[in-house]
């Protein structure tokens, strides 16, 4: 019997998961050493651009709602190599961090104002805008909602005229491994977007490395 | 400085020594001899040793035994009162040779110094049993003392005669042979039962040698035993842990340290006890003044700390809201440290950066990382392996392994000189350390391995103690987590493809599971790569399947199933390799090992299963449509069908994407 390829996962939807844990589950697509690429939308008023983007994960703790990597822009104006810099991501899981950032000088309408923009919010929104998703049960969700900041430049020096002030409103897509995000810097273009898809270093098929730290 | 005149003109050693040997020196001059043996030994270490050198302890020994001899027999007058003065002297010279010397305590236990001062703490002249009882207690300072079981009633009943007696040294040595001798949890009972914690909380009362002597015991019988803690704590309703809490405040630093390791000893034990924030917050800044103090307080102080924070992240969170880490550093930037003090600075250090993130980063900016190349050459094995155990819970910071500060020569070198260690001890913990720094992400690892690093970890691999094999093998696992081909080439070349299979077959689960996560890791990353599985006839690929088939370790399963399924995301050769390996063996009419695996309660090994199906199956690839017919044959696809609403979301979502591909294949059933 042919069987229906369609999500039907909503966020109160508790099946099979740990009692109790309603933690974003884990994802081998968004695991240690998965890479991703695409691009960040830099357009200003003057004129449109685009920088190309790879992102690898480098650490991932979901009992801390943690994760970090880094994030390379590949054709950078006025930047002699590809700029390389070292970010550690929030994951939305209504344990460590909610959908509200309060810090990095974004308020509560600036929050609503970005996750609204990613079409799988929409079925959280009103829980969010309610009590800010404390009670959200998001361990069977298929998306993960995450906050990127960067920390530093791995390769450039701060004198590269590139900041890093701002950080990523981030969804992850559990499904295809897709990344959508919108960078956030009240001194920047608003909404820069960025879309990054799961990469499989030229290879016919996903390959998957690990470490684990003692 | 009062001195004796002999000590302003010190006799040779040689000289003292004889006059003490000599039959012929006369009673008054042996007495004299023996006062200024004591005046020179004392606090002089070297002087110690040199006279140890010369057998000094069996001469004293000796004329402790025949004075006890003499005084026993019963000679009155003048003549008892010089025998017992030179028991007193001679009892003195023992103890000072025990003191802050194990060399010293060996020395006077080998000469039978034991048996005849325990005989001599019941003597009537009180000055006698004192100065006996004084140096047994210096001798129960130093691990080598003879030790007592207490299960048998004799040895208790002995204790508890000391503990009430009314000579202060005496109840002093009763607590100090509890401290030595106390081990198991159902001596701790034993002792508890018998009303030994009533006794020593009785003796907190006393004098500062007493007070101190019983709070030592008090921990010891409490540690890491819920049943005596809660009988401490229950009866009086926390009278006596009141007593304990009221010496936090004691203005002699040895009583308050103390008085810190017995609370501590009663908290661990459990969740209710001296949980509250006050008590929590007293201990840390006790412990961070105590850290000041000079001497065996100060020395003491890092290890009482440890054992507060170890393991408990509110606990180490305090400590750094209190400053602990700048305290600890700073200590450790201070030059001629005894062994012991390292030792514990390191291991404060290490429970603080165990599991905070803050901590970690404030050592990083302390700079601390550069004193650590020093410890890991030290003298002392304990010194070497707890710089190494810092090191390693330092850099299990991501962030920092990615800004690359641990993998520097300045790290490296000493640490990978530490596998070599002649203490297996150390080698354990350096390779711990290196397990985590060669995690690195900054591309350094080829210096890691210049040094000298995989050569090491490769003879530690085939190392015959398993809990070494493991950890090297796990390190080189890590070492080959996103690494470039010529440095997998380098480690591959060093291991040797028939060891690197024998260890997939390894008698240990746990070196078969890093073993084939360290293949895993080499059959990453560029396509070329898979080709490392397929050299010698395809020997490594064969003892994967192998152990696929044989093993039902889930841990295992899940590396060496993903190691396969990495392959499978080469090119068709390679995933025909693949369903070569999946496909039951010519003969055995069982179901394929992948149904097994799709049907596994880890959702992991689930999920490793389901990916190898998708890299068997993609649509673009020629010879997809044939291994879908295969995978249909042996059930495969079938059980697949079942998973669409598999409990763990990354389970389902791969399924459906599977599903998704047949459909594209053509599968009408699908």
């Given at each position: 019997m042919p069987v229906r390829v369609v999500e039907t996962s909503s966020p109160s939807q508790v099946s099979g998961?740990?009692?109790?844990n309603t933690l974003p589950p884990p994802c081998t697509l968004l695991s240690v050493g998965q890479a991703f690429s695409g691009t960040q939308n830099v357009s200003s008023l003057q004129k449109d651009e685009a920088w190309r983007v790879n992102v690898r994960i480098q650490g991932v703790d979901l009992d801390h709602g943690y994760l970090c990597g880094t994030m390379e822009a590949l054709n950078v104006p006025m930047a002699d190599t590809p700029v390389v810099t070292f970010w550690e991501g929030e994951i939305v899981d209504t344990k460590n961090y909610t959908f509200f950032t309060g810090k990095w000088g974004a308020s509560a309408e600036d929050d609503i104002k970005h996750w609204t923009k990613f079409p799988s919010f929409s079925l959280l929104q009103s829980e969010v805008e309610a009590d800010g998703g404390k009670s959200l049960d998001l361990s069977n969700y298929p998306h993960i909602f995450m906050r990127w900041k960067e920390q530093y430049f791995v390769n450039v020096?701060?004198?590269?005229?590139?900041?890093?002030?701002g950080f990523y409103y981030v969804c992850f897509s559990c499904s295809d491994g897709s990344i959508n995000g919108f960078y956030y810097d009240p001194n920047s273009s608003p909404f820069q977007k960025l879309e990054l898809k799961s990469t499989n270093d030229g290879r016919p098929g996903f390959s998957f490395s690990s470490y684990e730290l003692q | 400085m009062p001195a004796s005149a002999a000590s302003n003109h010190p006799s040779r050693p040689e000289d003292l020594i004889g006059r003490l040997n000599s039959s012929h020196t006369s009673c008054e001059a042996k007495l004299k001899a023996l006062r200024d043996l004591k005046n020179q030994i004392i606090g002089n270490r070297t002087k110690k040793l040199a006279f140890l050198k010369l057998a000094a302890a069996p001469s004293v020994v000796g004329i402790l035994s025949s004075s006890a001899a003499a005084a026993a027999q019963g000679s009155g007058g003048d003549n008892r009162e010089f025998h017992e003065s030179v028991l007193i002297q001679s009892a003195a010279v023992i103890g000072s040779f025990a003191c802050g010397l194990d060399a010293g305590v060996k020395a006077v236990l080998d000469a039978g110094a034991f048996p005849l001062l325990l005989s001599l703490i019941s003597h009537l002249n009180e000055k006698v049993a004192d100065a006996c009882a004084r140096s047994l207690k210096i001798i129960y300072q130093s691990k080598l003392a003879p030790k007592y079981d207490f299960l048998q009633k004799k040895s208790m009943e002995f204790v508890l005669s000391l503990l009430n007696s009314d000579n202060e040294n005496v109840t002093g040595l009763g607590a100090s042979i509890i401290t030595h001798s106390c081990k198991t949890t159902m001596e701790q009972l034993t002792l508890s039962e018998a009303g030994v914690m009533k006794r020593l909380v009785g003796l907190l009362g006393g004098s500062l040698a007493q007070r101190d002597a019983s709070l030592e015991a008090l921990a010891a019988v409490i540690k890491d035993n819920p049943e005596v803690a809660s009988s401490f704590i229950g009866p009086e309703n926390g009278r006596e842990l009141n007593v304990v809490t009221e010496?936090?405040?004691?203005?002699y630093p040895r009583t308050r340290l103390l008085a810190c390791m017995c609370l501590i000893n009663v908290k661990n034990?459990?969740?209710?006890?001296?949980?509250?924030r006050g008590i929590k917050n007293k201990l840390v800044l006790i412990l961070l003044e105590l850290l000041d103090d000079i001497g065996q307080v100060g020395d003491e102080a890092p290890f009482v700390l440890s054992n507060l924070i170890t393991e408990k992240e509110d606990m180490q969170k305090l400590a750094f809201d209190a400053n602990v880490v700048e305290k600890l550093c700073k200590h450790l930037q201070k030059v001629s440290f005894q062994a012991k003090c390292l030792q514990g600075i390191f291991i404060a250090l290490a429970d603080l950066c165990s599991k905070l993130e803050c901590c970690r980063d404030r050592v990083i900016n302390l700079t601390v990382i550069n004193s650590v190349a020093g410890a890991l050459a030290h003298d002392s094995a304990e010194v070497r392996a707890a710089a190494c155990i810092f090191l390693k819970n330092v850099s299990r910071s991501v962030k920092n392994l990615s800004a690359g500060h641990f993998m520097n020569e300045t790290v490296i070198v000493p640490l990978v000189r530490l596998l070599c260690d002649s203490c297996a001890s150390v080698q354990i913990a350096a390779l711990g350390a290196i397990s985590n720094v060669v995690v690195d992400f900054a591309a350094y690892k080829p210096l890691f391995i210049q040094c000298g690093g995989v050569k090491g970890l490769v003879q530690l691999s085939k190392s015959m103690e398993s809990s070494i094999r493991v950890n090297a093998v796990w390190a080189l696992r890590n070492l080959a987590f996103l690494v470039n081909n010529r440095c997998k080439e380098e480690i591959l070349l060093e291991l040797s493809i028939s060891t690197l299979a024998s260890l997939i077959s390894d008698p240990e689960a746990s070196v078969q599971e890093q073993a084939l996560a360290l293949i895993r890791n080499l059959v990453d990353g560029t396509m070329n790569s898979i080709e490392y599985l397929f050299g010698e006839d395809g020997l490594l690929l064969h003892a994967v399947g192998r152990q696929l088939r044989n093993t039902s370790k889930p841990e295992v399963l899940i590396q060496g199933l993903y190691t396969l399924s990495n392959v499978a995301s080469g090119n068709e050769h390679h995933k025909v390799a693949v369903m070569s390996q999946l496909c039951p063996q010519a003969g055995d009419n069982t179901e394929t090992i992948l149904v097994k695996f799709l049907q596994n309660s880890s959702r992991q090994l689930r999920t490793a299963a389901v990916w190898t199906i998708i890299n068997l199956t993609?649509?673009?690839?020629?010879g997809a449509s044939g291994r879908l017919t295969e995978l249909r044959n042996m059930g495969v696809i079938s059980r697949l069908k079942d998973m669409v609403n598999d409990p763990c979301l990354d389970v389902k979502l791969r399924t459906r994407m599977a599903l998704g591909q047949l459909l594209m294949l053509g599968d009408a059933s699908t």
């Open positions: 998961t740990t009692p109790g020096g701060t004198d590269c005229g590139l900041t890093i002030a | 010496l936090l405040n004691d203005k034990t459990s969740i209710s006890y001296l949980q509250d993609l649509p673009s690839n020629p």
